[in-house]
């Protein structure tokens, strides 16, 4: 799920930068340091909206640096064990599938697809096929995440599609 | 006991089902698929937004977006919240995934067991028609 969420940076000005640009180069250091980024707490940070306030800017004693406490509004994306969501196919492989939807890896273990739908090693390209349906690359799938695994840098899910109404769409 | 029953209420599980998101995002506002692409249309180009993760997400909202413009989104939010039970995270999961059926709808968003299909429906089917008649 996407969200729009106030988050918190902080950030440390060496005093070179003090002067009439400092805030430009505040907004610009928050930009670069934040999006991008995931953590396990808040998800992926997509982008940054907009800064609600950088804060005072306190020159801590002994070094000169001042640290601002910026608080700003940025698109946040986060999965949820039992959240339904659309993707794209990316890899097949025998034990599974891998989907991507949007900055998330998901992976489908064969476990967690529909019995009828079978591995089929003798096609062009790998693919998971049934009478009426075929996961192969970019094949767009809803599927269930069953769970998450937070990386430092990344979140990573399982999910299902071994359930009604998920699976291939169009 | 009572100690073990409370440290178990706070090392609560996440579970999109029944709504539990956590401290941080039980209040936090949903946003829509369409939503973040239009939000995300504006900062394209802007220096310091260019990284994989932001790069993937606008293909992905691209692929996925259900509503087109910006009047469309406004009218799905307005008909959603006459429904005003509904939780951000129901909303947004209607619009995104569009299912057309009540059956469909309590399956993939199992938190709206509580509404009758009756109920439900009529819902559904504007949102499919506002779907089909947008330009």
């Known amino acids: ?170 | 006991m009572t100690t073990r029953l409370g440290r178990r209420t706070h090392l609560e599980e996440e579970d999109a089902a029944t709504l539990k998101l956590g401290a941080e995002f039980n209040n936090a506002g949903c946003l829509l698929i369409s939503e973040v692409k239009i939000l995300l249309k504006e900062k394209e180009g802007k220096p310091g937004v260019d990284s994989p993760v932001f790069n993937k997400t606008v293909e992905y909202v691209n692929m996925f977006s259900k509503f087109s413009t910006e009047d469309t989104i406004g009218l799905v939010r307005a008909t959603l919240r006459r429904q005003a039970n509904l939780t951000q995270f129901e909303t947004a999961q209607l619009a995104n995934l569009c299912p057309s059926t009540a059956e469909e709808a309590k399956s993939i968003i199992p938190s709206l067991a509580k509404y009758d299909d009756d109920e439900l429906q009529p819902l559904l089917d504007e949102l499919q028609s506002m779907r089909r008649f947008q330009d």
Not at chain 1, 18 to 35: N, T, Y
Not at chain 1, 47 to 67: R, S
Not at chain 1, 71 to 90: H, M, N, S, W
Not at chain 1, 162 to 169: A, Q, W
């Open chain 1, 1 to 170: 799920m996407f969200f729009i969420k106030e988050l918190t940076h902080t950030i440390l000005m060496h005093p070179s930068y003090f002067g009439p640009r400092m805030l430009e180069i505040i907004e610009a250091k928050l930009h670069s340091d934040v999006q991008g980024t995931c953590t396990g707490q808040y998800g992926f940070i997509i982008a940054v909206l907009e800064i609600i306030d950088v804060g005072p800017g306190i020159v801590l004693p002994g070094n000169g640096q001042a640290e601002f406490k910026t608080r700003y509004k940025a698109i946040v994306f986060k999965p949820f064990k039992g959240e339904v969501l659309d993707g794209v196919v990316t890899n097949v492989l025998r034990a599974g599938f891998f989907v991507e939807v949007g900055p998330l890896r998901c992976f489908v273990s064969q476990q967690l697809v529909h019995p009828d739908m079978r591995f089929d090693a003798n096609a062009a390209v790998p693919s998971f096929s049934s009478q009426d349906q075929v996961i192969e690359k970019d094949t767009k799938v809803r599927l269930k995440v069953v769970g998450t695994r937070v990386d430092q840098t990344e979140i990573f899910a399982i999910a299902t599609i071994k359930e009604d109404h998920l699976g291939v769409i169009d």
